[in-house]
Each structure stands twice: as structure tokens, then as C-alpha cells.
């Protein structure tokens, strides 16, 4: 089965400072990677996915992310963050050999001060 | 173009009463997924309808809740004999399938609150 850990339930960065979201994912087949972003009483909207090719995704908002097969990783990067990047973001693995339902990690929550 | 809706935003139901939500996918979608949003379990997949196949239920929690899509387009989830353990934000998603369903991106809507008292 697939499951997806997200590390620290929250970050706190000031505006302007690297924004570093960790997700590990754990599949026993090449998974499907997914970062979304949920703001207060919205719903979620994707930010980046890796399916194949390019280890490197780039995504809205300057956001960015790396998929590293030998640490089973896939962190989210913005090199400078805005106020407006306060939200809760959800990393997300899918599996075509287990349907095409999202497994969500458990989310973080970024906070950004001025 | 319009994104998913869902009906209504909030609904507040007693313990026992039966409730309906209702989701709209984008014009032409024809995957349509189901997701609970709550505090200790967070997103949970529920059900997932593609086309005419079968759906996959494998994530409904209970035979209190089903769900239903009509002409392959809205879709409605009842949870029948509504418990507190049943308030969660429900979240309704469509996409467009490819030929690797796993990489299609979900649109996801607003969500319905439900509070269970």
C-alpha cells in the first residue's frame, strides 16, 4: 500500500525566506506525486505533479519540487516566500495499479510572517 | 469555464437524520471522486466513479453512506442515520482521463461542511 508522510505539521518562515515542505512517500511501484494547496474554506488546487520523465517539476506560484527515487522524497521549494503563501499543503501519491484514488499526506501548515 | 460545485456549503443535520450532498463536476469530466476532510483522519479517499464502470467504494466507511452519479454527470453521497464521527468536510473532485488515469489531475471543489450535532 501506498502512504505518504509529511514532516512537521507546521512551518513558519518570514516573508522573503526559503520555504522547505518535506513529503516521503512509500510505494512499491514508480508512484505519482502530487502537491496541492488548500486556502481557508476553499478547496484544494494542484500546484505541481511528477509522473515520468524530468526529476525537477516547477509548478504555480514559483513553487518547485524534486523527486528523489533513492530517498523516496519529494519536497516542496518557493525560494522566497510571499504573505499570500499562507495555507495548508497537501503532498499526494497515486498508484495506477491501485486505482486512481489520491493518498494524502496528513498536511502542513505554512505560515508566513511579515 | 465553471470549476466543481458542491451543494450546500454547510449543512448541520441532527444525530440520526439522513443528509444528501450534491457535487457538479466541469462540463465534461468523467472521473468523479469522493474525499472526507476531518480533524483526526484527514483526507480520505471515499468513492470513485469513471464512466459507466462500476465505482469503487473501497473508501466508504460504513453501509450508511452510498453515493450515486446520474447521466455520468452530478453525483450525490447520502449518509443515512448520521452519527457526530460523520462531521467532516466532504470533497467532491473531477478529471478528464488520460491514458494513465494515475497522472490525470483532480479539480477539487469547495467542499460541503457537515456538523452533526
Known amino acids: 500500500a501506498q502512504s505518504v508522510t509529511q514532516l512537521g505539521s507546521h512551518v513558519s518562515v518570514s516573508e522573503g525566506a526559503l520555504v522547505l515542505l518535506r513529503c516521503n512517500y512509500s510505494s512499491s511501484v514508480p508512484p505519482y506525486l502530487f502537491w496541492y494547496v488548500q486556502y481557508p474554506n476553499q478547496g484544494l488546487q494542484l500546484l505541481l505533479k511528477?509522473?515520468?520523465?524530468?526529476?525537477l517539476v516547477k509548478g504555480i506560484n514559483g513553487f518547485e519540487a524534486e523527486f528523489k527515487k533513492s530517498e523516496t522524497s519529494f519536497h516542496l521549494t518557493k525560494p522566497s516566500a510571499h504573505m499570500s503563501d499562507a495555507a495548508e499543503y497537501f503532498c499526494a501519491v497515486s498508484v495506477m495499479e491501485y486505482g486512481n484514488k489520491l493518498v494524502f499526506g496528513a498536511g502542513t501548515i505554512l505560515r508566513v510572517k511579515s | 469555464g465553471a470549476g466543481v460545485s458542491q451543494s450546500p456549503s454547510n449543512k448541520v443535520t441532527e444525530k440520526g437524520k439522513d443528509v444528501e450532498l450534491r457535487c457538479d463536476p466541469i462540463s465534461g469530466h468523467t472521473a468523479l471522486y469522493w474525499y472526507r476532510q476531518s480533524l483526526g483522519q484527514g483526507l480520505e479517499f471515499l468513492i470513485y466513479f469513471q464512466g459507466n464502470s462500476a465505482p469503487d467504494k473501497s473508501g466508504l466507511p460504513s453501509d450508511r453512506f452510498s453515493a450515486e452519479r446520474t447521466g455520468g454527470s452530478v453525483s450525490t453521497l447520502t449518509i443515512q442515520r448520521t452519527q457526530q464521527e460523520d462531521s467532516a468536510v466532504y470533497l467532491c473532485a473531477s478529471s478528464s482521463p488520460s491514458g494513465r488515469r494515475s497522472t490525470d489531475t483532480q479539480y477539487f471543489g469547495p467542499g460541503t461542511r457537515l456538523t452533526v450535532l
Open positions: 511528477y509522473t515520468t520523465g524530468a526529476t
